[in-house]
């Protein structure tokens, strides 16, 4: 019966030395987590064969224009801001474009132009189209992939690769070997 007491007091020692330990350890995860993931890990940009896409001439302000990129399984869309963005091509450095298959379980998805997002219809993602397509709420696990532009001396918009991993893609490249996993 004696001993009791002591290895009850042990316990507590150590209980409270654990928890000392992952109270330390939690601040130290929300510390890192409070810190944006762009920030931290810069995304992997995979460069594809360039494509023309369209001419400046072509866009309006604020109205998508469908594309397939990189190639005809991968639709997306190409917007003309009206403001200039970060990662935005052109005179003006507002156009972008983006993959419009949701990371999270490849729906289609669609533009918003009242706040310039891209939504998902499945589980109501929501991507930024004025941050490089950072995602807002939703499941998804990802940005979405923006693709990268260029713009020539005559206007022509070309794509020449993605920051993210596309939708259905076990990886970003095009070969004879690349496997695209379809929704069943």
Known sequence: MKECPRL?????????RGGAVAAAGAAAVSVVSTTPAR???????VDYPASRLANVRDLKVNEPMQIAYPDADSPGVLIKLGTPVDGGAGPDRDIVAYSTLCPHKGFPLAYDSTDKT?????????FDCEK???????????NLAMFRLTVDTAGDIRAVGADELIYGRT??????NTVSLRRG
């Open 8 to 16: 009850a007091a042990l316990g507590r020692r150590q209980f409270l």
């Open 39 to 45: 920030a931290v890990v810069p995304a992997a940009r």
């Open 118 to 126: 891209l939504s998902c219809p499945g589980h109501f993602s929501r």
């Open 132 to 142: 490089e397509g950072q995602q807002v709420w939703g499941h998804a696990t990802q």
């Open 171 to 176: 990886r970003n490249v095009l070969s004879e």
